[in-house]
């Protein structure tokens, strides 16, 4: 278990590398402060508003490189992704400013 938390680590690293994505004009900070997009339990981005395009972009781009992520670290661990991506999701959602949303088992809400 050591092995994966170490693993994590690397994980978030990765995540905060994709903070602004060249596919689109919109960052990830500015999508989440404007209640867009939000962390998902799953390890990934979710959309919070579904009718913007640029946001919808964004969560394709950064969700394909976490899936990446996720996978080598499965890999180097011998561990089933679907555990790196739960234990991803709960960093993520702990790391989640205030006022961004997250999701819980009832939809959408602000942390």
């Given at each position: 278990m050591l092995i994966i938390r170490l693993a994590m680590a690397t994980c978030v690293a990765i995540l905060w590398a994709?903070?602004?994505?060249?596919?689109?004009?919109?960052s990830l900070d500015e999508a989440k402060a404007k209640g867009l997009v939000g962390e998902r339990t799953n390890g990934y981005l979710g959309a919070v508003n579904t009718s913007n395009a640029d946001a919808q972009a964004l969560i394709s781009d950064i969700n394909g490189k976490r899936r990446q992520a996720y996978e080598d670290i499965a890999?180097?661990?011998r561990t089933p992704r679907t555990v790196v991506e739960t234990l991803a999701g709960e960093?993520?959602?702990q790391n989640t400013k205030p006022g961004h949303f997250v999701e819980s088992s009832g939809g959408w809400i602000k942390k």
């Open positions: 994709t903070m602004a994505s060249p596919v689109s004009a919109l890999k180097r661990n960093k993520a959602i």
